[in-house]
């Protein structure tokens, strides 16, 4: 297991930017696959961005083009890049790590997005 720490949250009006960061408890290289994961009031839990320690990368496709997803293994810490912010983006965004078949979790950063 890590543990995941998730910070840079918070509230952005409508086309704005923010940067999540994910410091890992442990060297990222030995972590092949880490993510981002969001979840709104009232919806199930759904995948932002995946990257692997190859660099390839996995997007929704109701953030491709907005959000960049990088981790830099050397400072175990992992950063999700938000453009373009809308207000359907507004959730808890969960740092993602798979360790384990069912994987580690961070305790989660409140994104808003005011209109």
């Known amino acids: 297991q890590v543990q995941l720490v998730e910070s840079g949250g918070g509230l952005v009006q409508a086309g704005g930017s923010l940067r999540l960061s994910c410091a890992a408890s442990r060297r990222m290289f030995t972590i092949n696959v880490m993510g981002w994961y969001r979840q709104a009031p009232g919806k199930q839990r759904e995948l932002v961005a995946t990257m692997t320690t190859g660099r390839s990368t996995n997007y929704a496709d109701s953030v491709k083009g907005r959000f960049t997803i990088s981790r830099d293994n050397a400072k175990n810490t992992m950063y999700l890049q938000m453009d373009s912010l809308k207000p359907e983006d507004t959730a808890v965004y969960y740092c993602?790590?798979?360790?384990?078949?069912?994987?580690?979790w961070g305790q989660g950063t409140q994104v808003t997005v005011s209109s």
């Open positions: 993602y790590a798979r360790t384990s078949p069912s994987g580690s």
